[in-house]
T-cell receptor
Framework: DGGITQSPKYLFRKEGQNVTLSCEQNLNHDAMYWYRQDPGQGLRLIYYSQIVNDFQKGDIAEGYSVSREKKESFPLTVTSAQKNPTAFYLC????????????????FGSGTQLSVL | DAKTTQPPSMDCAEGRAANLPCNHSTISGNEYVYWYRQIHSQGPQYIIHGLKNNETNEMASLIITEDRKSSTLILPHATLRDTAVYYCIVGNKLVFGAGTILRVKS
């Protein structure tokens, strides 16, 4: 079955630690995205990638970093510079994106809940 | 950017139709209306999209007004499993607002 896999489901970060959230897709999609969701809120865009080896900052990129070395993978690192990292993180993909407009439907993973110890 | 306005929450009786409104008065002529829903602690799921004409699929119906300034997502026979947050997105942009919390009650 094609889809997006996020891991782990739950993650805990210690003070001053970087943590990496995994996102893999086998939908052959060019575009991938990372969103952050706080309780009772909508989704806020962290980073997105139109194609391999290219990515753009979203609305709340500070304290986060990404890489896109393979089409299938778009890992998100939450760095120690992100002072309030506790949130639900969602990865998504679509066939493409142009000028911040999604081409086609968005497909989401099941999310990673990150908490601070 | 076209903005959307959705009520923060709605209740619906199980088995009845759930009608979720979305206002998008600044929508441009070539912008589609997309609907997604998010069940608690899961990723959002695509439901339906449309441009001008009404659309129906196995999950829902989408009614878009003639002036395209508003739309309504209809779940014809709501079940308890339809309890979720419903997001209306215009222009398929990368922005998800707070959406509407739909509570289906038995």
């Amino acid at each position: 079955d094609g889809g997006i896999t996020q891991s782990p489901k739950y993650l805990f970060r210690k003070e001053g630690q970087n943590v990496t959230l995994s996102c893999e897709q086998n939908l052959n999609h060019d575009a991938m995205y990372w969103y952050r969701q706080d309780p009772g809120q909508g989704l806020r865009l962290i980073y997105y990638s139109q194609i391999v080896n290219d990515f753009q900052k979203g609305d709340i990129a500070e304290g986060y970093s990404v890489s896109r070395e393979k089409k299938e993978s778009f890992p998100l690192t939450v760095t120690s510079a992100q002072k309030n990292p506790t949130a639900f993180y969602l990865c998504a993909s679509s066939i493409g994106v142009r000028d911040r407009i999604i081409l086609g439907k968005l497909f989401f993973g099941s999310g990673t809940q990150l908490s601070v110890l | 950017d076209a903005k959307t306005t959705q009520p923060p929450s709605m209740d619906c009786a199980e088995g009845r139709a759930a009608n979720l409104p979305c206002n998008h008065s600044t929508i441009s002529g070539n912008e589609y209306v997309y609907w997604y829903r998010q069940i608690h602690s899961q990723g959002p799921q695509y439901i339906i999209h449309g441009l001008k004409n009404n659309e129906t699929n196995e999950m829902a119906s989408l009614i878009i007004t003639e002036d395209r300034k508003s739309s309504t997502l209809i779940l014809p026979h709501a079940t308890l499993r339809d309890t979720a947050v419903y997001y209306c997105i215009v222009g398929n942009k990368l922005v998800f607002g707070a959406g509407t919390i739909l509570r289906v009650k038995s």
